[in-house]
Every structure is written in structure tokens, then in C-alpha cells.
């Protein structure tokens, strides 16, 4: 099992950025498929970004596509979610997860949360406006 453990999220102004880290233990982290959901009080949960094993494909969600960035370190065991012109729509607690299987596919591209394995707790983005 991985551990995953987010952080960066906070209190911004609409129209302002915020980058998220999410660290993840274990030394097989440039194997995984590593995903960003959200999920908002009373709404289900939202895709919103994924990248593969070195950076070289990314999919994402519609609401926020050419807003935010995920990228990856693997010497790092890091990934990151950059997230710009914030909008108040975009509050909501933000996981990332990660798609642990050995030999798994990028097709179809990642974009449903039972495709990952381990999620991480979230960390709270709340926008202001």
C-alpha cells in the first residue's frame, strides 16, 4: 500500500493560484499513474487531473483544463498540481491517488476513481469571491 500525503491547499482569492505536492512513500513511485480528484460538500467526486509514469501524457477534467498543471518529480516521489485563475467553484477537498498496478495501461486514459488503488486525505482548497 502507498501513502500519500497532500499538501499546499489554503484560502485564495478568485483569480489566484494555489500549487498542490502530494508526496507518496515507497521507491516504485515512477511506476505509478498518479490522479487528482476533488469533491465538494454535497456534490460526488470529480476527476480533475492525472499523469503517467514520467510526465509524458496528462489528462484533464473539463472544468479545469488550460486553469491547472499536474506534474511529477520522481526523485521526488512527488506530484503537483499547479492551479491557476482560480475560480470559487473550485473549493472542495482535493485528493490525489495512485494507480499502483503493475503493467497498466495509460488507454483508457485514467480519468475514473476506480481505476486507482490509494488515495491520499485531501487538503482543503477554498476560493474566495
Known amino acids: 500500500q502507498v501513502q500519500l500525503v497532500e499538501s499546499g491547499g489554503g484560502l485564495v482569492q478568485a483569480g489566484g493560484s494555489l500549487r498542490l505536492s502530494c508526496a507518496a512513500s515507497?521507491?516504485?513511485?515512477?511506476?505509478?499513474?498518479m490522479g487528482w480528484f476533488r469533491q465538494a460538500p454535497g456534490k460526488e467526486r470529480e476527476f480533475v487531473a492525472a499523469?503517467?509514469?514520467?510526465?509524458?501524457?496528462?489528462t484533464y477534467g473539463d472544468s479545469v483544463k488550460g486553469r491547472f498543471t499536474i506534474s511529477r518529480d520522481n526523485a521526488k516521489n512527488t506530484v503537483y498540481l499547479q492551479m491557476n485563475t482560480l475560480k470559487p467553484e473550485d473549493t472542495a477537498l482535493y485528493y490525489c491517488a495512485a494507480d499502483t498496478t503493475v503493467g497498466q495501461s495509460w488507454y483508457p486514459a485514467p480519468r475514473s476513481g476506480s481505476r486507482y488503488d490509494d488515495w491520499g486525505q485531501g487538503t482543503q482548497v477554498t476560493v474566495s469571491s
Open positions: 499523469i503517467d509514469w514520467n510526465g509524458g501524457r496528462t
Open positions: 515507497g521507491r516504485t513511485f515512477s511506476r505509478y499513474i
